[in-house]
């Protein structure tokens, strides 16, 4: 769990780590969907992989499920693609990314046997699943980011 960020000012304790509990204060008082853009910061390491400081668009819906929200995320996805870039079609490492929803669907454990066609559901413990992991020349590191 990240740190608050102390601050030594008058009036403000800390810096924002996320918007969720005011947002959910909202749609427990009635609003039906409810979004916040802004800056976060956690009071964690930094790396080229990660930086404590960034800007996030959290959101709320009462009501919805994780289909509603999947497909509010395309929607968005490929509307900022039109408006930025004048296309939902992209070019990303030589491949051309259609953004135009609905997007493929791919369940967890057919995404992993698909990817590395390890079925984790065979093995049943870690020390199964890692040696099949290395059998495989895969990297086993569980303390790597």
């Known amino acids: 769990i990240a740190e608050p960020v102390p601050l030594f000012r008058q009036g403000l304790e800390r810096l924002s780590q996320h918007g969720e509990l005011h947002l959910k204060r909202l749609i427990i008082g009635g609003l039906d969907k409810v979004y916040e853009l802004g800056r976060i910061f956690r009071?964690?390491?930094?790396s080229t992989k990660h930086n404590p400081e960034f800007t996030m668009l959290?959101?709320?819906?009462?009501?919805?499920?994780?289909?509603?929200?999947?497909?509010?995320?395309?929607?968005?996805?490929?509307?900022?693609?039109?408006?930025?870039?004048?296309?939902?079609?992209?070019?990303?490492?030589?491949?051309?990314?259609?953004?135009?929803p609905p997007w493929a669907r791919l369940g967890l454990r057919e995404t992993i046997i698909k990817y590395s066609g390890i079925d984790f559901i065979k093995y049943c413990d870690a020390d199964s699943l890692r040696a099949e992991m290395l059998k495989l020349k895969m990297e086993v590191d569980p303390k790597k980011d």
């Open 58 to 100: 959290e959101s709320y819906e009462a009501y919805a499920d994780y289909n509603d929200v999947m497909k509010m995320l395309e929607e968005m996805v490929a509307e900022v693609s039109r408006q930025v870039l004048g296309t939902d079609r992209i070019e990303f490492n030589g491949n051309t990314l259609n953004l135009k």
């Open 43 to 46: 009071n964690e390491g930094i």
